[in-house]
């Protein structure tokens, strides 16, 4: 497993513009500590979908954002409380963190990350706790400029019990978090299988989408 995208293991992280001004950060090939993100750029800075498992994944990932534009992260939407997800939070210096009321919990709850007896060793940097501190029980409403950026809870346990979307109806682009793994095996050790089952069957309708971003393996379009 690799660490650091510079680094031997999975390819380089790929940048992809899905919507005018939505960008989806794909990191393969989405094993262990590797996820994908995203971000929405608006004339007055920039909401981004996630953070990552590294301190040196997280800086690529706002190097990234800078090759884009110059404003800054004004938010950052957590979908879930992992650590690929998380860790990297404290980087987004001055980003109001937001996610759902367990994630907060989950984050504090985990605490601090940690190789063995797990996975193999990370080189997971100088990594300080940001959990979500503006935090909701259903969902709340983002606004990037005009583009509106709804933020749900699924409403059940699912991947985890924290496990929330970013819709912006407007370009129909859905940032799933870990709810859909692309070619892979979803995890759900700490989540419910009949929980994601409900989620991706009954409760995802709400959402008809065509381009999806999911939190681990490439994002996918469904036209």
Request: glycine letters at 10%.
């Amino acid at each position: 497993m690799s660490d650091a995208p510079d680094r031997e293991g999975p390819g380089a992280p790929r940048l992809q513009e899905v919507s005018d001004g939505i960008f989806a950060y794909v990191q393969p090939d989405g094993t262990w500590w590797i996820n994908n993100t995203g971000f929405v750029v608006g004339s007055r800075g920039v909401t981004s979908v996630d953070a990552c498992s590294t301190v040196r994944r997280t800086r690529a990932y706002l190097e990234a954002i800078a090759s884009v534009t110059p404003r800054p992260v004004r938010t950052l939407v957590n979908t879930h409380h992992h650590g690929d997800h998380t860790f990297g939070n404290h980087l987004f210096a001055g980003a109001t963190v937001v996610g759902h009321e367990r994630a907060r919990d989950g984050v504090l709850a985990w605490g601090k990350p940690f190789d063995e007896p797990f996975w193999t060793k990370v080189d997971w940097g100088d990594v300080e706790l940001e959990p979500p501190f503006l935090t909701f029980t259903d969902g709340v409403t983002l606004w990037a400029d005009e583009l509106r950026c709804e933020v749900r809870h699924v409403g059940t346990a699912a991947h985890t019990t924290n496990d929330s979307i970013v819709w912006i109806p407007e370009r129909r682009v859905l940032f799933c978090g870990d709810l859909l793994f692309n070619g892979g095996t979803p995890f759900v050790l700490q989540g419910s299988v009949a929980g994601l089952i409900e989620v991706l069957e009954e409760s995802w309708r709400r959402w008809a989408r065509r381009r999806s971003s999911p939190g681990t393996v490439p994002s996918r379009d469904r036209s």
